[in-house]
């Protein structure tokens, strides 16, 4: 678990960046880059292991603004970015 994990992302999430001003991509960016080290506690980064649409995802908060859901891929240590969405939107899928 030292390693630091490459980080895929679906193209769902592709299209979002490319959606985004030059800026906030670059923040987006920055955040998403912390996920090498992918676990909650480790590295940088608001990280948390959440039962989402029924699954059992991480999410990555990225400032107040966005929240990101990825899975890790210990075997090939991969992460992938599944989904972003607007933080208040990711709030209101938690299963509680």
Known sequence: MGDEFDI???VEV???LNSLDDKSERIVKEH???LQNPYPGSGKGDKE????QGEEVHRLHIGR???AFYDINEDENIVRVLRMMDIDDAHKKYDV
């Open 8 to 10: 895929l992302v679906a």
């Open 14 to 16: 592709q299209d979002f």
């Open 32 to 34: 998403l880059s912390k």
């Open 49 to 52: 292991r959440i039962t989402w």
């Open 65 to 67: 603004t966005w929240t």
